[in-house]
């Protein structure tokens, strides 16, 4: 699967921070997170080709004894890339520092940074694409000559001492490789693309899990959370955490596939990881616009909601699965959002509808 055109699904609004299907971590993720990451690439479930190149890069460092060059990794929000920044560093028997493009705002932040690296430490750089422009640029000799010039004075004083830095491999993330400067990008020796996970591997990153979290689930509960997880690690592993808690209360401790459909039922996740929002949004272009087009802002208002949380929390999803449409006449919903209601399509030809795009 390859979504990568509309996986804009970044840190919108405060909808999607609480939003038990909002793909970026919360803090009761970052909590149990560190339990639940895969420590090897072997553990690492899917992504085969990402692991494969990856595991040829690290090896070939390893066999050369020197420091593994740059890797640049995209995938939308919750896919592995910080937990294979951290086998990166594992594989190389490196340390890793952590930190992220919004925390880097000034060059002298990031050279501080760099001038504290260990020779052959592994920097991971979330969010790469929201550093400072002096930052960007003060890193592409970093990432080249393993050299910083650092600024001392200011105005036509200002001199820049260069900077000798050990040898270290940068990890930098980003949502979308396409954001990023081509001179940044060129920078990096590999590049990895996280696509969306498919149902069988969330399966067993479930079961995985589970094992960890010392849980009894069987197969059709790992297939029941899987499908409403959106491709997603993050997202299966915080269902699976909620259904627990429901299997705790309600059901002796064991998850069962209806356990798990119960229990997501409560949350409000569909079968097909639809939430609340993205429901609200489906039922009013289908019942107020007869499945449109329609125009986002009255699409907002109909739900209630801020014309971006609709566009950047609802909609990627809405459209990867592919229930809605943008088109230059407005949102359109697709057969497949009116069988996922259960609704009915009014047969009016020409007329909004299914007239137009859709219509047969
Ligand atoms: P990102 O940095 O892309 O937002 P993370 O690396 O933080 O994502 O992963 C989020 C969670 O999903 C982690 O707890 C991790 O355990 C789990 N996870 C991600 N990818 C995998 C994978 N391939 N196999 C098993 N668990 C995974």
């Not at 919108?12 to 970026?24: H, I, K, Q, T, Y």
């Not at 550093?131 to 970093?142: D, H, Q």
């Not at 693309?193 to 591997?201: K, L, N």
């Not at 609340?276 to 449109?292: H, S, W």
């Amino acid at each position: 699967m390859n979504w990568d055109d509309t996986s804009s699904e970044t840190e919108a609004p405060d909808a999607a921070a609480e939003r038990l299907v909002g793909a970026s971590a919360d803090g009761e993720d970052q909590a149990v997170e560190a339990a639940l990451r895969p420590k090897s690439l072997g553990e690492f479930v899917g992504q085969e080709r990402v692991r494969e190149q990856l595991d040829l890069v690290l090896k070939a460092a390893l066999a050369r004894g020197a420091t593994a060059d740059h890797v640049l990794l995209s995938g939308a929000p919750g896919l592995g890339k910080t937990t294979l920044s951290m086998i990166i560093a594992a594989e190389m028997n490196a340390p890793i520092r952590i930190t992220s493009g919004p925390a880097i705002q000034h060059a002298g932040d990031l050279a501080a940074i760099l001038s504290s690296l260990q020779e052959g430490e592994v920097l991971f750089l979330d969010e790469i694409h929201r550093m400072s422009r002096p930052a960007e640029e003060m890193l592409y000799m970093a990432m080249e000559d393993f050299r910083v010039d650092v600024i001392v004075g200011k105005g036509p004083g200002a001199t820049a001492i260069p900077l000798e830095l050990p040898p270290f491999t940068l990890v930098g993330a980003t949502t979308r490789a396409g954001l990023l400067p081509p001179p940044l990008r060129d920078r990096f020796g590999f590049t990895g693309h996280m696509e969306f996970y498919e149902s069988a591997e969330l399966e067993r990153v479930i079961h995985r899990s589970a094992q960890l979290l010392d849980l009894e689930i069987d197969a059709d509960a790992a297939a029941e959370i899987a499908g409403r997880s959106r491709g997603t690690p993050r997202i299966a592993n915080r269902l699976l955490r909620r259904v627990r808690d429901y299997a705790q209360v309600k059901a002796d401790g064991y998850l069962t596939r209806e356990v798990a459909a119960i229990a997501l039922g409560v949350y409000e996740v569909d079968a097909r990881g639809l939430d609340r929002l993205d429901r609200a949004v489906l039922q009013a272009l289908l019942k107020l616009f007869g499945g449109g087009p329609v125009g986002l802002s009255t699409l907002a208002v109909a739900v209630g909601e801020e014309r971006e949380t609709v566009e950047e929390v609802a909609e990627p999803f809405l459209v990867r699965e592919g229930l809605l449409a943008r088109t230059p006449r407005g949102r359109v919903a697709t057969p497949a959002a009116w069988a996922h209601l259960g609704l009915t399509p009014p047969y009016a030809p020409g007329a909004g509808g299914q007239g137009g795009l859709f219509g047969a």
